[in-house]
């Protein structure tokens, strides 16, 4: 019979239980023992909320403590040799993850075109891996012994490989694939003799356009693992496999699993090339989104598939992990009727599943409420006024400039001239930590319990004591510090016309890192300035330079739950263009410096190379737009961090900051090699301290990653900066950190 299947559930539970217990232990206000009791709280949990919903097909293993990738690390042996000599297994993971005094963290970036982090694996020449099956043997039984039999999720071994980062020469991690193989095969007999029947193993890269290593490995590895117990159910996701459908379809796997929600048009392909005795996966409820399934359009998938295989070979699945959603639409108590109507959570997606295979194994009068339901919240939307406003599509519609109105070296002559800067100019990315203090300050204006005139004087303190501590430190370009600011994105969504925001839709984005993305399901608007207020006080508290600090439209964009009813480049040129009308209000102000953070751009390339130029023609654009209407002397930076360059530089340099500040002390200066290659022409902070790992860097660290920088960009270029903002970070080390980054400069200076 035809079943219901789940890939992944969120980790981090509904009131972020898994984050507040990581931050205790760190702290070490817990021990070990107490964090894993909260880990296996929420896993049991998790578990019988997918069986009482339904769930027919429930993934075991599908959590982790800080990303599967790294967990993928740990399982094959991949302990890159700076961690080693640290036995105490949870002592080593988070040391991975998050670095030590000694030893730098592993690489993190962009999980496909998403915003979740994962973080990278290391490989070398003389590689060798040892399987170590402890956790997923430990979660299967887990669940067998609450009565629940789980289907075990890994990443697959070509995954693991494609996304891992060779550290020495000449190495392709792919090379690897016959020393990595036996290790898989190791893990699926002993799942296997554990008693699991299927295993989840996840290839999303089939979804890419794949070398012929590539594709070579797929096959030399399935002729294996294909044999090694279990059957296995091949999971692809985030797009379509094109050409690769052959390929997946004819691999020696028991079932195959694709994402119909962003790829629909992909379904005949793949079921004419799916032999007939394996079982289809249909991912046809939208596992990365939080809108409503339109249970009409997507039962009329399932029916297609059904026809072709019959009830034995079909199931019916999210189109990935829901890892990407919040866990509950229920607590959202402060959510308007209708326009809560049109949303589906985790809790509800499950929901769906089991509606849509209830359907297709008894008809449509199974579910006749269901689907009623699903129809009326789908016309609710098309109607509501909400959505589209004339006024806003009228501007849009209208043709302004992009881009600034003289180039880079004119420019960059008068912004010297008025700003007076020294070599190597020094700055942060904006935003200084968010203390406890002023964490109970917003939530107690927020409950009523502080006023606005106390909550503002409250910031303009915090505010001002930041700018004095820059002063002190002698930086040259001053931040405000972002206290009125909860989220780089979310801040400004709720100031926008066209944004709903929710109360417990938190996402897992990085290991204990949960952002709560904005909705955006109207035409987007800016109805008042929103960050003047703050920048013009911090601006007339010195006679520094201070940047006023903005989020620009693609990340906007791309770090919401985004409206499908119009295409996401109209969506984006609505934000640009309330960005825009901010950029001139700061400049009217006298901010004479403007950073737009776009650290989102990269991760929003579209998965296949024939899409690119599309996507980055908009983006580009939309960027450019914000920018376009300030005077020569204003200069404009913009910050991007986590991804990979190398493929976007000309789109990168199209953008035509004045000054951009990237990511790159977690990979040694490796980054910002594509930026010496392109012969980036504007200036170009690289990031000397990586502020996700709790080390101070010393002043030495700081100079050789600025002379690694300097061998293939000229030092008038340089700026030197931390590699991302400072709220996560307590002010003992922001303030020794930011001195040896100061005296680093004034170093390179000498």
């Not at 394996?278 to 009409?296: E, P």
């Amino acid at each position: 019979m035809t079943r219901s299947a789940n890939l992944g559930f969120p980790r981090i539970g509904l009131h972020r239980e898994l984050k507040k217990a990581q931050e205790s232990y760190w702290k070490g206000d817990i021990d070990a023992t107490a964090l894993h009791a909260v880990a296996e709280d929420l896993r049991a949990r998790h578990w019988m909320l997918q069986r009482d919903a339904g769930i027919e097909v429930i993934p075991s293993n599908d959590f982790a403590f800080y990303d599967h990738v790294l967990d993928t690390s740990v399982l094959v042996g991949a302990i890159p040799p700076r961690f080693s000599g640290i036995a105490d297994a949870d002592e080593l993971y988070f040391a991975m993850a998050r670095g030590t005094t000694t030893a730098p963290a592993m690489e993190m970036t962009k999980w496909f075109d998403t915003n979740y982090h994962f973080i990278v694996p290391e490989l070398h020449k003389d590689q060798t891996f040892a399987l170590d099956a402890a956790k997923p043997l430990a979660h299967y039984n887990e669940a067998k012994a609450l009565g629940i039999e789980t289907r075990p999720v890994i990443v697959g071994p070509v995954t693991f490989l494609s996304l891992a980062k060779a550290k020495d020469p000449g190495l392709d991690p792919l090379d690897l694939i016959d020393e990595l193989i036996p290790v898989y095969a190791d893990l699926l007999a002993q799942l296997a003799a554990a008693g699991a029947e299927w295993v989840q193993v996840d290839e999303p890269v089939l979804v890419l356009d794949l070398s012929p290593k590539q594709k070579a490995a797929f096959s030399r590895a399935y002729e294996l693992l294909g044999a090694a117990g279990p059957k296995l159910m091949l999971t692809t996701y985030f797009g379509a496999l094109l050409d690769n459908a052959e390929l997946a379809a004819g691999l020696p796997v028991a079932g195959l699993h694709i994402d119909l929600v962003r790829a629909p048009e992909q379904l005949d392909a793949v079921l004419a090339a799916l032999p007939e005795d394996k079982v289809l996966s249909a991912g046809v409820v939208d596992g990365r989104n939080i809108w409503r399934t339109n249970l009409d359009a997507a039962f009329g998938l399932v029916a297609r598939a059904w026809d072709r295989g019959g009830p034995d070979r079909l199931q019916i699945a999210p189109s990935c992990s829901l890892l990407h959603t919040p866990v509950d639409l229920d607590g959202e108590t402060n959510l308007d009727a209708e326009l809560k109507s049109w949303l589906a959570f985790a809790k509800q997606k499950l929901d769906e599943v089991t509606t849509l295979t209830l359907a297709q194994k008894q008809g449509r009068g199974a579910a006749k409420a269901a689907f009623e339901a699903s129809a009326a919240a789908v016309a609710s939307y098309k109607a509501s006024p909400r959505i589209h406003k004339a006024a806003v599509k009228a501007r849009s519609a209208e043709r302004i400039a992009f881009g600034r109105s003289s180039p880079f070296s004119s420019r960059r002559d008068k912004q010297r001239q008025k700003f007076n800067l020294p070599a190597y100019p020094t700055t942060t990315i904006g935003s200084f930590p968010q203390t406890r203090d002023v964490r109970e300050a917003r939530a107690a204006f927020k409950k009523g319990m502080l006023d606005q005139a106390g909550y503002d004087a409250f910031l303009e303190a915090e505010t001002e004591k930041t700018i004095r501590i820059q002063e002190q430190l002698d930086i040259d370009v001053l931040v405000h510090g972002e206290f009125e600011r909860n989220d780089m994105v979310e801040y400004f969504g709720e100031q926008l016309d066209g944004f709903a925001f929710t109360k417990n839709g938190w996402v897992q984005s990085y290991g204990s890192r949960c952002v709560k993305p904005p909705v955006i399901f109207g035409d987007v608007s800016r109805p008042a300035p929103m960050t003047v207020r703050w920048s013009a006080f911090a601006a007339s508290l010195t006679d520094r330079p201070m940047k006023g600090m903005l989020t620009g439209p693609v990340t906007i964009l791309q770090w919401s739950f985004v409206r499908v009813d119009q295409p996401r480049s109209e969506t984006c040129r609505q934000i640009g263009l309330a960005i825009r009308d901010e950029v001139l209000d700061l400049e009217t102000a006298g901010i004479g410096i403007i950073q737009i953070d776009e650290p989102a751009l990269r991760e929003g390339l579209p998965l296949r190379q024939r899409d690119w130029n599309a996507y980055l023609r908009w983006a580009v654009d939309c960027f450019r737009l914000t920018a376009s209407g300030v005077a020569e002397e204003t200069q404009i930076h913009t910050h991007m961090c986590y991804a990979e360059f190398n493929d976007i530089m000309p789109a990168i340099a199209e953008m035509d900051a004045d000054v951009i500040s990237v990511e790159t002390s977690r990979s040694d200066m490796e980054l910002l090699e594509a930026f010496r290659n392109f012969k980036y022409p504007n200036e170009i902070g690289p990031g000397v301290w990586d502020i996700h790992s709790p080390r101070v860097p010393g002043e030495g660290h700081m100079i050789a990653l600025m002379k690694k920088a300097a061998e293939g960009i000229p030092a008038d270029q340089l700026w030197v900066n931390p590699d991302c903002g400072l709220k996560t970070r307590g002010w003992p080390e922001v303030t020794a950190s930011l001195e040896n980054l100061v005296k680093t400069a004034k170093a390179l200076r000498a």
